[in-house]
């Protein structure tokens, strides 16, 4: 993160001091893109109030599991959940840091995965059916 978006955000979000976090129960952890996808940023929120109490530059492993070092310790020990993608770099940081906390994998991801899992299965059950059962499946969303 440059400097002085750095600033900027220390500055509007005091909050994003991990030092000074106290009484999360539920995170949040997700990646995003600065720029056209070259470019990550790791996000941490508070998933009960919603706020912003984390950005940090990268998304490896290693990027969320410094923010949640700088954590207080009983701050730490009381996070019962973290929500994320299904990706294992995140899961790792979590695992490690907070091992009193579930991992809870967000609901965009679940219904993206499952719409590509019926996708595919669509595919297939097209390819394998006769004339009478590929016009029954066609049109029922992408499946051909």
């Known amino acids: 993160m440059k400097n002085m978006d750095k ?8 909050a994003l001091n991990p030092e000074k976090l106290i009484n999360l129960k539920y ?20 998933m009960e109030s919603g706020h912003l109490i984390g950005v940090e530059t990268g998304r490896k492993a290693e990027v969320l599991t410094a ?6 310790a009983q701050t730490a020990e009381n996070i ?17 840091c907070l091992p009193n906390a579930d991992i809870v994998f967000d609901r965009f991801h679940l219904m993206q995965n499952y719409s590509k899992a019926m996708s595919n299965q669509r595919r297939i059950e097209f390819k394998k059916a006769d004339r009478a059962g ?10 051909c």
Request: contains cysteine; positive net charge; hydrophobic residues 35%.
């Open 67 to 72: 923010f949640l070092k700088r954590l207080p």
């Open 134 to 143: 590929k016009k029954q499946l066609k049109g029922t969303t992408t499946c």
């Open 80 to 96: 019962e959940a973290v929500a994320m993608d299904m990706g294992p770099v995140y899961q790792k940081s979590v695992r490690e």
């Open 27 to 46: 995170l949040g952890a997700d990646e995003v893109a600065r720029a056209k996808g070259h470019d990550y940023m790791t996000v941490i929120y508070d």
């Open 7 to 14: 600033f900027h955000l220390e500055k509007t979000l005091p």
